[in-house]
C-alpha cells in the first residue's frame, strides 16, 4: 500500500502560481510513475501531467508551457507548479501512483482543491 498526501491548493487571482505537493508513506517512491490529475466539477478526471521513474515527462496540452511536474524520490514527493493560472485550471488536484512493473497497481491521494478567481 501506497499512501499519498496532497498539500498546496488554495485560492488564487488569474495569472497567480501555485505549488502542489503529494508526498509518499513509504520509501519505495522511486519504483512509481508520478502523475497529476485534475477534476472539475461536473467534468471527468483528466490526466494532467506524468513524471515516470526516469524522470521523463508530459503534459496535457491545456498546461504545456504553464506547469511544471518534478519529484525528489530522496522526499519520496511530487510536485507540479503551475504558473500563469487561469479561471479553467480550477478543479480538485489528484495525485496518482502507478507502480513501473504494473499498471493494475495504483494509488491516489485525497484531492487538494485549486481554485483561479478574482
Known amino acids: 500500500q501506497l499512501q499519498l498526501v496532497e498539500s498546496g491548493g488554495g485560492l488564487v487571482q488569474p495569472g497567480g502560481s501555485l505549488r502542489l505537493s503529494c508526498a509518499a508513506a513509504?520509501?519505495?517512491?522511486?519504483?512509481?510513475?508520478m502523475d497529476w490529475y485534475r477534476q472539475a466539477p461536473g467534468k471527468q478526471r483528466d490526466l494532467v501531467a506524468r513524471i515516470t521513474t526516469r524522470g521523463y515527462t508530459n503534459y496535457a496540452d491545456s498546461v504545456k508551457g504553464r506547469f511544471t511536474i518534478s519529484r525528489d524520490n530522496a522526499k519520496n514527493t511530487v510536485y507540479l507548479q503551475m504558473n500563469s493560472l487561469k479561471s479553467e485550471d480550477t478543479a480538485v488536484y489528484f495525485c496518482r501512483a502507478e507502480y513501473r512493473f504494473s499498471s493494475a497497481r495504483e494509488y491516489w491521494g485525497q484531492g487538494t482543491q485549486v481554485t483561479v478567481s478574482s
Open positions: 513509504q520509501n519505495i517512491f522511486s519504483n512509481y510513475h
